[in-house]
């Protein structure tokens, strides 16, 4: 890993939001994995559950490297490092999306119903995961996020446009 990406202390991780260069960025693979990557990844679980999400991308807290951890209700997160979408689904649904980074607002995406994503855990064993459902919505989001995609993205001109300018008046008045 190079100083570029040098991981910021843990302590200090909060989430990023939109205007911050780093969520455009295309982030780099992990190559360190164990203890101090299974710390930040703790740290972004609790700034997940105070936020309220169901997922988080490394990105989102500063870092640029290719990882997020996706957790649905109140099962155990899951930590996807170097994550690969390997397979989709023809099927698409549209569904309600939103961003931690852009609280506030939401719009409806569509998206292939079910994925096939290898992927790494903390300490470098692979795993492969057949996704549907909010699950899959889930991994496809925060995938973006490693590639520098954002929800709104897959929304028409018109469309983003809206959203921006209604999450420039939420950000306004807070």
Known sequence: MNNANKRPPTDTLKIVKLGDAILRQKA???TAFGPELEEIVAR???????????????????IGERFFI????NEAPIV???????GMSTETVTSEEG???????YADVARPEAVKVQAFDTRGRPFTLECSGILARIVQ???DHL????????LSELKQ?????RYEKIAKHK
């Open 28 to 30: 780099v693979p992990v």
């Open 44 to 62: 972004m679980i609790v700034l997940l559950d105070e936020a309220q999400g169901v997922g988080l991308a490394a990105p989102q807290v500063g």
């Open 70 to 73: 996706a957790r649905i209700k």
């Open 80 to 86: 996807f490092v170097n994550p690969s979408i390997i």
């Open 99 to 105: 961003c931690l980074s852009l609280s506030g607002v």
């Open 141 to 143: 989001h925060e995938n």
């Open 147 to 154: 590639d520098g995609i954002l929800f709104y993205d897959h």
């Open 161 to 165: 446009k809206r959203l921006l300018e």
